[in-house]
């Protein structure tokens, strides 16, 4: 038998952490999803889909500035001492992914106001007549279009990436610091942004397409999810706690259920029957993918922060 | 240069939390948090138990992830000694560091910023221990410079048994428990 106690009882510290409430899961969703449509909707300007006038592509940056806002103040509002803020863009940190990221972020905003001018929504045109002349100018060049999608593209896939390696590499908290979270984050990213323009695209073709590529998307994850927890399983007893958290512990219901019973495997099933015309296009499935991805971050989250070099042999 | 460390002998310590208090007084810790603890180690059952009275703090570690992980230098190493310190006027409380901690050994000050202990470097640079080596009654607790090989602390590391807590966790912590 092995008991300790400790006379600790720090706040936020013990009995097991709780530095990071909602505000950091619903960050890292909100970055993901950007992510993901940043990368959709590049991809769109890449292919030249511009001349299609129902093409998500003008609608969607638009929508992500707002999310990325929302997630900003997330972010913001998570921060113990917010009046010295500005101190992290007085620096770079190499080894620090939160300096990375943040730096990532300031990056995003001039690509998405780029992204934004291609087809400026009418409610602004109409208040900043000045725009009009600076979106007639991208558009009058093609290359410029093209370049300004893979600009989106690359900064979407370093964010997506970000969200994950943000936690992964903390290596205290044997649930994150796996090398395939940042994988299974992009990957969560790119499937709820999948499903969210799939949501709201006009054009049938952008439909169908969204949900094909939802569904490769959910596949990935899955098998992405399975290797994250076979690498969990396979390492260290504290890496194997870790798992168990997931797997039957105090998260599991949260994980079977929402994760990847809801969140995935339904969509899936739902979708492909879609894809193959079999039914028609349900919101259905892509409002299940968005929820899900929503859940996995709080999931990872909590049960990262109560998975512990020292406990984590003694809490199942 | 010098590399502090502590040295704690646990065939001496009784737990009696004096340490504690000293550093509570000493660095005005606000009420309900502490930057050093005591912890009671027990292993087997009755009549065969051993037990192991340790009182932990920060490790000031070699290899520290919470100054690595810190987006604005807030976490960084003292030029004096290696030891781990956070600038309270550059921390925005991102909790990074205290995500990165393996020993817990953080925590949030109600000021905002991120606190832990010091090794009272105010103190150790007027030449003096830290509050909490300075009161232990059973003066089972040594400070002093890791790296001098006439250095007490250097002395009982190498004439006696010796563990670190969690050195699997790989930060190299520069405090040491003699057995
Ligand atoms: S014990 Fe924790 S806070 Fe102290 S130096 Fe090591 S990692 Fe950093
Ligand atoms: S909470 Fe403060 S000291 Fe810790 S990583 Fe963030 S800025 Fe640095």
């Given at each position: 038998?092995?008991?300790?106690?400790n006379t600790?009882?720090?706040?936020?510290?013990?009995?097991?952490?709780?530095?990071?409430?909602?505000e950091?899961?619903?960050?890292?969703?909100?970055?993901?999803?950007?992510?993901?449509?940043?990368?959709?909707?590049?991809?769109?300007?890449?292919?030249?889909?511009?001349?299609?006038?129902?093409?998500?592509?003008?609608?969607?940056?638009?929508?992500?500035?707002?999310?990325?806002?929302?997630?900003?103040?997330?972010?913001?509002?998570?921060?113990e001492?917010?009046?010295?803020?500005?101190?992290?863009?007085?620096?770079?940190?190499?080894?620090?992914?939160?300096?990375?990221?943040?730096?990532?972020?300031?990056?995003?905003?001039?690509?998405?106001?780029?992204?934004?001018l291609?087809?400026?929504?009418?409610?602004?045109?109409?208040?900043?007549?000045?725009?009009?002349?600076?979106?007639?100018?991208?558009?009058?060049?093609?290359?410029?279009?093209?370049?300004?999608?893979?600009?989106?593209?690359?900064?979407?896939?370093?964010?997506?990436?970000?969200?994950?390696?943000?936690?992964?590499?903390?290596?205290?908290?044997?649930?994150?610091?796996?090398?395939?979270?940042?994988?299974?984050?992009?990957?969560?990213?790119?499937?709820?942004?999948?499903?969210?323009?799939?949501?709201?695209?006009?054009?049938?073709?952008?439909?169908?397409?969204?949900?094909?590529?939802?569904?490769?998307?959910?596949?990935?994850?899955?098998?992405?999810?399975?290797?994250?927890?076979?690498?969990?399983?396979?390492?260290?007893?504290?890496?194997?706690?870790?798992?168990?958290?997931?797997?039957?512990?105090?998260?599991a219901?949260?994980?079977?259920?929402?994760?990847?019973?809801?969140?995935?495997?339904?969509?899936?099933?739902?979708?492909?029957?879609a894809?193959?015309?079999?039914?028609?296009h349900q919101?259905?499935?892509?409002?299940?993918?968005?929820?899900?991805?929503?859940?996995?971050?709080?999931?990872?989250?909590?049960?990262?922060?109560?998975?512990?070099?020292?406990?984590?042999?003694?809490?199942? | 240069?010098?590399?502090f460390?502590?040295?704690?002998?646990?065939?001496?310590?009784?737990?009696?939390?004096?340490?504690?208090?000293?550093?509570?007084?000493?660095?005005?810790?606000?009420?309900?948090?502490?930057?050093?603890?005591?912890?009671?180690?027990?292993?087997?059952?009755?009549?065969?138990?051993?037990?192991?009275?340790?009182?932990?703090?920060?490790?000031?570690?070699?290899?520290?992830?919470?100054?690595?992980?810190?987006?604005?230098?807030?976490?960084?190493?003292?030029?004096?000694?290696?030891?781990?310190?956070?600038?309270h006027?550059?921390?925005?409380?991102?909790?990074?560091?205290?995500?990165?901690?393996?020993?817990?050994?953080?925590?949030?000050?109600p000021?905002?910023?991120v606190?832990?202990?010091?090794?009272?470097?105010?103190?150790?640079?007027?030449?003096?221990?830290?509050?909490?080596?300075?009161?232990?009654?059973?003066?089972?607790?040594?400070?002093g410079?890791?790296?001098?090989?006439n250095?007490?602390?250097?002395?009982?590391?190498?004439?006696?048994?010796?563990h670190?807590?969690?050195?699997?966790?790989?930060?190299?912590?520069?405090?040491?428990?003699?057995?």
């Amino acid at each position: 038998m092995n008991e300790i106690t400790n006379t600790r009882m720090n706040p936020g510290i013990d009995p097991s952490l709780s530095i990071w409430n909602w505000e950091i899961p619903i960050y890292l969703f909100l970055g993901g999803i950007v992510a993901g449509m940043m990368i959709i909707s590049g991809y769109f300007l890449f292919k030249g889909r511009t001349k299609d006038v129902e093409c998500s592509c003008f609608l969607v940056p638009f929508i992500s500035f707002i999310l990325l806002s929302f997630g900003m103040l997330a972010l913001f509002l998570d921060l113990e001492h917010k009046a010295y803020v500005w101190r992290v863009y007085t620096t770079f940190k190499i080894k620090s992914p939160m300096s990375w990221g943040s730096w990532i972020l300031i990056l995003i905003y001039p690509i998405l106001i780029l992204n934004i001018l291609i087809r400026i929504p009418d409610f602004l045109s109409k208040k900043l007549k000045f725009l009009k002349s600076i979106s007639l100018k991208i558009n009058s060049h093609p290359t410029a279009i093209k370049n300004i999608g893979l600009v989106s593209m690359i900064f979407g896939a370093l964010l997506g990436i970000y969200t994950g390696v943000l936690l992964s590499s903390l290596g205290a908290r044997p649930l994150w610091n796996n090398s395939t979270l940042w994988i299974l984050f992009l990957l969560s990213g790119l499937s709820s942004a999948a499903a969210f323009v799939h949501l709201i695209a006009k054009s049938k073709y952008e439909s169908h397409l969204l949900a094909k590529a939802d569904n490769v998307f959910l596949s990935l994850e899955l098998i992405v999810l399975v290797l994250f927890l076979i690498g969990l399983l396979t390492s260290t007893q504290v890496h194997i706690s870790a798992a168990e958290f997931l797997i039957s512990g105090n998260y599991a219901p949260l994980f079977w259920v929402f994760v990847i019973g809801l969140g995935i495997i339904i969509p899936l099933i739902i979708q492909l029957y879609a894809v193959n015309n079999k039914i028609k296009h349900q919101p259905v499935a892509p409002i299940m993918v968005i929820i899900g991805g929503l859940i996995l971050r709080f999931v990872i989250v909590n049960a990262g922060q109560a998975s512990h070099w020292f406990n984590a042999g003694m809490l199942k | 240069m010098a590399r502090f460390g502590m040295v704690i002998d646990t065939k001496k310590c009784v737990g009696c939390m004096d340490c504690v208090v000293a550093c509570k007084t000493e660095n005005n810790v606000p009420e309900g948090f502490n930057r050093d603890w005591i912890v009671q180690d027990a292993r087997g059952s009755f009549p065969t138990v051993n037990l192991e009275i340790r009182s932990e703090r920060c490790n000031h570690c070699d290899n520290p992830p919470c100054v690595y992980c810190c987006p604005t230098g807030a976490s960084h190493i003292h030029n004096l000694g290696g030891v781990v310190l956070v600038d309270h006027e550059l921390c925005i409380g991102c909790k990074a560091c205290i995500a990165s901690c393996p020993y817990d050994a953080r925590f949030v000050h109600p000021e905002g910023y991120v606190d832990k202990c010091t090794f009272c470097i105010h103190r150790v640079e007027e030449g003096l221990d830290p509050a909490c080596v300075s009161v232990c009654p059973t003066y089972c607790m040594y400070f002093g410079d890791l790296e001098d090989p006439n250095s007490e602390v250097n002395k009982l590391l190498n004439s006696r048994k010796h563990h670190a807590v969690l050195p699997e966790a790989g930060t190299k912590p520069q405090i040491f428990y003699l057995e």
